[in-house]
């Protein structure tokens, strides 16, 4: 089946590096992505890695993707208190042998950043 | 920003009426996608469409429909809406299914 889990709360102090991990089920996803999604507002794309990669970095950010062990994890150098937010973790399963698009959320982790 | 606008941004209405969301969008995508977010499932799918009149269920489906009738608009409709529809509902658009999907800002239901 489809699942995705992710922690639901991380506490860092601002400087620190975050380190946001999410597990999900299904060998087929072809892309997984992560999305940050700040009070009141809809979710933002952060950065999405494809599942032949084992890294991607993106200025702060470095996603690093175990498909043996199906496990994502995204870290953020030198949080900010502007970084807190909701962050979901996403996989896109192959329908059969095509990519339908849907995506399957974790249930997100608020990250607190404290000055 | 992505084209997306959901109206309405709020709306509260009563157990049994019927009501309708709309999706806009200005970037030609082909794919759109309603979700619902709910305190501890994070989002999950109810529809979503892959061309003006091509749509298929999600996996909370049940009690909605969708309409596509332009490439634009997506509508989603709750015929006869029950407490446990209250929600936030999301719009989301992509390209194509091996692109990302790009959110609007959310539409808060709340059914009394």
């Known amino acids: 089946g489809e699942d995705v889990e992710q922690s639901l709360f991380l506490s860092v102090r601002e400087g620190d590096s975050s380190v946001i991990n999410c597990t999900y089920t299904d060998s087929s996803s072809t892309y997984l992505y992560w999305y940050k999604q700040e009070p009141g507002a809809g979710l933002q794309l952060l950065t999405y890695?494809?599942?032949?990669?084992d890294m991607k970095q993106d200025q702060r950010l470095t996603v690093l993707l175990n498909k043996k062990d199906k496990h994502l994890s995204l870290r953020i150098a030198d949080t900010q208190t502007g970084d807190s937010a909701i962050y979901f973790c996403a996989e896109s399963p192959l329908g059969g042998t095509s990519n339908t698009g849907k995506l399957i959320f974790g249930q997100g982790t608020t990250l607190q950043v404290k000055p | 920003d992505a084209g997306i606008t959901q109206s309405p941004r709020h709306k509260v209405t009563e157990t049994g009426t019927p009501v309708t969301l709309r999706c806009h969008q200005t970037e030609n995508h082909r794919y759109m996608y309603w979700y619902r977010q709910d305190p501890g499932h994070g989002l999950r799918l109810i529809h979503y469409s892959y061309g003006v009149k091509d749509t298929d269920k999600g996996e909370v489906s049940d009690g909605y429909s969708v309409s596509r009738s332009k490439t634009e608009d997506f509508l989603l409709t709750l015929e006869s809406a029950t407490s446990s529809q209250t929600s936030v509902y999301f719009c989301?658009?992509?390209?194509?299914?091996?692109?990302?999907?790009?959110f609007g800002d959310g539409t808060r239901l709340s059914i009394l």
């Open positions: 890695i494809f599942s032949n990669m």
């Open positions: 989301a658009i992509s390209e194509s299914s091996d692109q990302p999907q790009h």
